[in-house]
């Protein structure tokens, strides 16, 4: 099966169960929101897809892979179908922004400095930086925006099939937001890249999301195309929705 499927998937740190029993299909060349509260999981659902984390039980498969079961190889493989942009921390603070999104191709294929110039050039482009003016800035000379720009060159470089992006207008103000948002629909577009976005950014949801999950208290508690979403009638997402605490506080209370 060419596609992210997640079965059953349970997480527990200590004694904290984080994820109790997540399933979703994500569809293929679509763009797919994983929407929840802060501290809900969401981060801790795209390190299972990568292979950073192993489920407590249950699986994540890529292309019809347990990611958990796999050997280094083949998460290897994994690792260059599946892109990713961490909320912070995705560069490299000593490395320019060139050395930056070089880095995958000079680890991972045999291409010439003349062809990694070339393909740095044109993903920053690709990701609206203007490369001759930030290739060979440092990542704390540059925006916020523009530094998760950089860290999204950096995870598309290698063109991969799948690209997983944590919170990527968390701290960002509207107008940035709004660039980044089309970046994402851009290249899910352009490269048919499957595209999966945790966020809890309403706003910038329902400008590109094909598909949205809410992710509540260890399970996915709604998900659907986004129309089927805003028109959902579970109290749980109106609340989160409408922005409403204490509707919403009352209904976790009661779970
Ligand atoms: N490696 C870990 N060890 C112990 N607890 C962890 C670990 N990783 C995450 N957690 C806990 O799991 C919970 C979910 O974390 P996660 O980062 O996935 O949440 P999130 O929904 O992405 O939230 P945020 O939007 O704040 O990033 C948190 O309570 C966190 O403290």
Same mark, same amino acid.
């Given at each position: 099966m060419e596609m992210i499927q997640i079965r059953h998937l349970r997480k527990v740190f200590g004694k904290k169960e984080v994820l109790k029993d997540i399933n979703l299909d994500i569809v293929d060349k679509k763009i797919t929101y994983i929407l929840g509260m802060s501290g809900q999981g969401k981060s801790t659902i795209i390190k299972h897809i990568v292979g950073l984390l192993k489920p407590t039980s249950g699986n994540v498969l890529v292309d019809g892979v347990d990611v958990a079961k796999a050997d280094i190889k083949t998460l290897y493989e994994i690792r260059k179908k599946v892109g990713f942009t961490f909320q912070e921390g995705a560069l490299f603070d000593s490395m320019t922004i060139f050395d930056n999104v070089a880095f995958p191709l000079v680890e991972h294929t045999n291409l010439s400095k003349k062809e990694i110039e070339k393909k740095v050039f044109e993903t920053l482009e690709m990701v609206g930086l203007e490369a001759k003016r930030v290739a %060979? $800035? %440092?990542?704390?000379? $540059?925006?916020g925006g523009m530094r998760k720009r950089a860290a999204t060159a950096r995870s598309i470089i290698m063109t991969p099939k799948y690209i997983l992006y944590d919170e990527p207008t968390s701290g960002l103000d509207p107008i940035i937001s709004d660039k980044i948002t089309r970046m994402i629909m851009q290249l899910n577009k352009n490269y048919n890249m499957t595209s999966v976005v945790i966020s809890h950014d309403l706003k910038e949801t329902f400008k590109s999301a094909d598909f949205v999950a809410l992710l509540f208290n260890g399970k996915i508690i709604e998900y659907g195309d986004v129309e089927s979403f805003k028109n959902s009638q579970n109290p749980i997402v109106r609340a989160f929705i409408e922005g409403n605490a204490e509707k919403y506080e009352k209904l976790a209370d009661g779970i």
């Open positions: %060979y $800035l %440092y990542p704390h000379e $540059l925006s």
